[in-house]
């Protein structure tokens, strides 16, 4: 079993940063992939950014390409979130998650992630 611990939410201004730090810990286990996801409230998750732990290939959402940042550290399993100039519409609960095996490089969608972290919450202030 693979369990993800996420850590760094919070409460920031607008124009503000924060980064968000994932853990994956478990037995034996592949990645083909780790990558972030967002629910705002009353909407849907949607995907926010990923990165191929293989060939290092990093994909994002329109909405935050150019914000955010996407790294990872193979050795410790663990995926980072740097988001800089925040706006009040990224305010979500944020989930990491892990796609052991699947054939796409970078997936978007949340049914190729079998693994899922509890979320940390996000608040940008207008």
């Known amino acids: 079993q693979v369990q993800l611990v996420e850590s760094g939410g919070g409460l920031v201004q607008a124009g503000g940063s924060l980064r968000l730090s994932c853990a994956a810990t478990?037995?034996?286990?592949?990645?083909?992939?780790m990558s972030w996801f967002r629910q705002p409230p009353g909407k849907e998750r949607e995907f926010v950014a990923g990165?191929?732990?293989?060939?290092?290939?990093?994909n994002y959402g329109d909405s935050v390409r150019g914000r955010f940042t996407i790294s990872g550290d193979v050795a410790k399993n663990t995926v980072y979130l740097q988001m800089n100039s925040l706006k009040h519409e990224d305010t979500a609960i944020y989930y990491c998650?892990?796609?052991?095996?699947?054939?796409?490089?970078?997936?978007?969608?949340?049914?190729?992630?079998?693994?899922w972290g509890q979320g940390t919450q996000v608040t940008v202030s207008s």
């Open positions: 990165l191929n732990w293989r060939f290092g290939n990093r």
């Open positions: 998650a892990l796609d052991p095996s699947s054939k796409v490089i970078v997936p978007t969608t949340t049914t190729l992630y079998t693994y």
């Open positions: 478990g037995r034996a286990f592949s990645v083909n992939a």
